[in-house]
């Protein structure tokens, strides 16, 4: 049974009273501490109110501590946070009594190289994406797979995604729909410079390079939309499936298609 709990609200968001004794008296019956706004080595298990960003935003903490993450919907899309807040109590429930059932998500190893050298490693659970400033032109970027060359990229950019992340920039991008439990890589161009780029679905063993070249103006490199790094000439992003999953907290009460098709607003039965 769980002891300590981290919980992480949406910044700015208003927790109905209502909700927080709810949540109290809960925690309070089976002697759980919790601990808010910071996830610390003591943490056994991440909740989150909020939305896919807010998850996002802890996730690779939870997945380097190899803790469970559980996500409370108060936001809008909710493909990840996928747990209604009427459904709460009974999710807390199962959580701190051990109960409950496990999605074991892919995380994407995201390392920048400076000169042959690493630089420094990042961890997404949707996607890497290097894009070009408000005012570049167009940015060229040569591709390597599994130690071969791929291709050139020439366009606005890049979206390196996991089967996760599929449903986030990448589907927005025109790239496709992947089940979560399929461990791959989704290069999806931005914007491309020539009608025959299209998205590619890769083997999660291998490993995708990209280099930057004629940086005339600044790139970027975002992980998950919650932080960017600027990239330089000459540099190299390298995108692998890291070790281990990140351990996501499953609704009781519905399955992914359920949740495919509430959010992209698919037919509902047969024949509908």
Not at 136 to 154: D, E, V
Not at 171 to 198: D, Q
Not at 246 to 257: I, T
Request: charged share 15%.
């Amino acid at each position: 049974m769980l002891k300590h709990i981290s919980l992480i609200i949406r910044h700015e968001t208003e927790i109905p009273n209502s909700i927080r004794k709810a949540m109290k008296k809960l925690f309070n019956g089976y002697g759980v501490s919790v601990t808010e706004g910071q996830v610390n080595p003591q943490t056994e298990a991440v909740v989150v109110l909020g939305g896919d960003g807010t998850l996002l935003h802890v996730a690779g903490k939870a997945y380097q501590l190899g803790i469970p993450l559980l996500g409370i919907n108060l936001g809008g899309l909710g493909f990840l946070t996928e747990i209604h807040i009427n459904e709460m109590e009974q999710a807390l429930d199962s959580l701190v009594s051990g109960t409950f059932e496990l999605d074991k998500r892919t995380i994407l190893s995201v390392t920048v190289k400076v000169s042959g050298s690493t630089n420094s490693t990042y961890y997404a659970l949707n996607e890497a994406v290097i894009s070009k400033g408000p005012l570049s032109t167009i940015i060229t970027l040569p591709a390597w797979a599994g130690g071969s060359f791929l291709t050139t990229y020439r366009g606005d950019g890049l979206i390196i995604s996991s089967a996760t992340g599929s449903t986030a920039y990448n589907l927005s991008a025109g790239g496709p729909i992947l089940h979560p439990c399929i461990e791959a890589l989704i290069l999806t161009p931005i914007c491309p410079f020539a009608l025959n780029a299209r998205p590619l679905i890769l083997p999660g063993r291998m490993k995708v390079e990209i280099q930057i070249r004629n940086a005339k103006e600044k790139i970027s490199l975002v992980i998950d939309g919650q932080a960017g790094y600027e990239l330089n000439e000459g540099d190299c992003v390298e995108v692998q499936k890291a070790q281990g999953h990140l351990k996501l907290v499953k609704s009781p009460l519905r399955n992914y298609f359920t949740i495919l098709r509430e959010k992209l607003g698919w037919a509902k039965g047969v024949g509908i």
